[in-house]
């Protein structure tokens, strides 16, 4: 599958998703657990800690992409999550229809190639300025998202990438078997 072999359109975010803020949190306010905490960052899909929520406390649920408004960085969350809320760099969160685990990290990188060049700390983007920006996307013969092209080229390049790792792995297995047989090891 290629990129370029398909037609591409502009399309407000504000068009395809509903935006909204996590509630007021703290990462500081939570014990270790099991469920992520989503905050501003621009690695490990934005979790910053594992948490215990609190007694009856509702999660923010899974299937969105979380932008942060001080760099820009979009990920797809696949699990229920506890985001960080309140004032400044609270997460962004966008919810929509069709979206799951492939076109919702192909979306996410097309988010984060408009919005890290012009979300900064000193100029960071807000649930209303997020719903202005522009994202480039490929199209279906209804000139709408075409959310299955972007599910199938995420697919095939998970597999390529899994091949390529099976690969590397079997050339060092392969390697380390040889180190052990001339170093007289087991």
């Excluded at 797809?76 to 919702?104: C, D, E, H, T, V």
Aim: proline share 4%.
């Amino acid at each position: 599958m290629e990129l370029r072999d398909r037609e591409w359109r502009s399309f407000q975010i504000g068009e395809l998703f509903f935006v909204k803020r996590p509630l007021a949190r703290n990462k500081d306010n939570y014990a270790s657990g099991d469920v992520p905490f989503v905050a501003s960052g621009s690695v490990n899909n934005g979790v910053v800690k594992c948490c215990e929520p609190h007694d009856d406390e509702k999660l923010d649920e899974a299937g969105c992409i979380t932008v942060s408004p001080v760099d820009g960085t979009a990920f797809y969350q696949p699990y229920s999550f506890l985001g960080r809320g309140g004032a400044g760099s609270s997460i962004l969160m966008l919810y929509a229809k069709g979206i799951n685990l492939y076109n919702g990290q192909f979306i996410a990188r097309m988010i984060e190639n408009t919005c890290s060049c012009k979300y900064t700390y000193g100029h960071m983007g807000n649930k209303d300025s997020i719903k202005h920006e522009r994202i480039m996307l490929p199209v279906d013969d209804n000139d709408a998202p075409d959310y299955q092209f972007m599910e199938d080229y995420m697919k095939e390049l998970m597999i390529a990438k899994r091949k390529q790792y099976q690969k590397y792995a079997n050339q060092r297995l392969a390697e380390l078997s040889i180190d052990v047989k001339n170093s007289g090891g087991v």
